[in-house]
């Protein structure tokens, strides 16, 4: 009778935990893609690849946070196959901030710092109220862990965002910004393999 009730008990807590992760899942996805549209269209005016480098990071959290959800419920292999979905994805974001950082090189054009300041501190404040919701959750399995992981670089990338806009200010160069893309897109690089590298041994011991 105590097994059995220490079982359902056991059972309760994990799918309360669940509900728990989904809700904070749900909250941070619609963050992430609301500041994706905000921030793309501020990089585009302001002429920043830096600040669309950034963004392209909030619309891959929010594919990251969508695939978390799909594979919350799911089996080892499903949620090893969401972080090899992941990471695959930031792979091909990195790759899309490397042909942006050419195109601004060819311009030569120095972004809108103030453009760059106000909008890189307004997904700073999103990425850090983000990752205090889901820190508590970060040792649950290997798609939470990537998500923390995302959003740690989300707050990384927008303080060198900061930096940047004030270094476009003072210098009036183009050359901060260039610096600051191609720190994010090695990031998303870093961040990939990583993800590549946790989920790659799960997947070949499910086939075998």
């Not at 269209?41 to 963004?55: E, V, Y």
């Not at 997904?123 to 508590?136: D, E, H, K, M, P």
């Amino acid at each position: 009778m105590d097994d059995c009730c220490a079982s359902k008990a056991s059972d309760l807590e994990r799918l309360a935990r669940q509900a728990e992760q989904r809700r904070v899942l749900v909250v941070v996805l619609a963050l992430n893609a609301a500041m994706f549209l905000i921030e793309f269209t501020a990089g585009l005016i302001a002429g920043s690849a830096a600040l669309m480098a950034d963004s392209a990071d909030m619309f891959g959290d929010a594919s990251v946070y969508a695939l978390s959800l799909y594979a919350l419920d799911r089996s080892g292999r499903w949620k090893a196959g969401a972080a090899m979905a992941k990471g695959v994805f930031i792979v091909a974001l990195g790759l899309g901030v490397l042909f942006e950082i050419g195109v601004r090189l060819q311009t030569g054009v120095p972004p809108n710092s103030t453009l760059m300041l106000g909008f890189a501190a307004l997904a700073l404040a999103v990425n850090l109220f983000c990752l205090r919701l889901i820190w508590r959750f970060r040792s649950l399995d290997m798609n939470m862990s990537s998500a923390v992981e995302c959003s740690r670089n989300d707050v990384i990338a927008n303080l060198g965002v900061l930096v940047a806009a004030g270094a476009v200010a003072l210098s009036g160069s183009f050359w901060p910004d260039i610096i600051v893309a191609s720190v994010i897109a090695a990031l998303f690089l870093r961040s990939a393999v990583r993800m590549i590298g946790e989920a790659w041994p799960v997947l070949r011991h499910a086939h075998s």
